[in-house]
């Protein structure tokens, strides 16, 4: 299957157009954990004095202890409170994380900014590479760019685009994306569907069933146009309900991928 991608920065679509038209996987070996990265993420600007972990909570969110809790940008996992392949992969997500971590650990950026939980908002660096870095690239992680905290977005889906071509991890179960006719419960989606109406210049909705908010106007979009998106679905709201059960609203159009 052939992608493009369409409304990425100009570094993101280069280095997908590069993997859609030669398959190509550049690797560099990551001495901790093994594992290869196809473009090594940038060290990061800022980094807090060490910290350490108290616990791992999930895949993407651990607890220092000094009782705040970091949840991880950049990336998501999946929830232990899923079934069936999604709960597995949320397991071997937390298990990766829990063996690659070291007890030291430091923050980036620093000082991280608090989403509506209260939760720090960065990620975990460990003297050679990312938290996120490792589990994406094993495919244990989807990347999601969520501004402003989106820096390390770039590299994540060049290495998530390298995992997936080489079918590791949750990619080697050919489960992903899901179909938006399937769909029926909300929460962190990776779909595949097609424009079926367009009810304004921000607004799709793909198979009759998924409403599709993009961030900002893109007239570009037509009916019939097939994309792959990704992110948090919710509930549409009563009034629209009965015509559409379920909305995403995404964070970033590098959340939105044409596909032919």
Sequence with gaps: MDVSIDSISASVVEQFRNRVLTRAVT??????????????????????????????????????????????????????KDSGWKRDYALKAKRRAVEVLPQSIQVTPWPAPKDRHGRLLGNLWMGEAFLGEILVAEGLALTVSVPPENHLVPCLLSTEWSAR??????????????????????????????????????????????????????????????????????????????DWPWTLRLKDLSNRVRVF
């Design 165 to 242: 071509m080489s079918g590791i991890g949750i990619w080697s179960l050919g489960r992903l994306p899901q179909a938006v006719k399937t769909l029926s419960s909300g929460g962190f989606q990776h779909r595949v569907g097609v424009v079926t109406q367009i009810l304004d210049q921000t607004t799709v909705i793909l198979d009759g069933k998924l409403r599709v908010v993009f961030p900002e106007v893109d007239s570009s979009v037509r009916t019939g146009t097939r994309y792959e998106v990704r992110g948090w679905v919710s509930r549409s709201p009563k009034s629209l309900r009965s």
């Design 27 to 80: 690797v560099a070996a990551f001495a901790l954990s093994g594992v290869a990265f196809a473009t090594p993420c940038p060290t990061p600007q800022t980094l807090s004095p060490p910290l350490t972990i108290d616990r791992v909570i999930d895949g993407d969110t651990v607890k220092l202890d000094d009782g705040s809790r970091v949840r991880l940008t950049g990336f998501n996992t999946f929830e232990l």
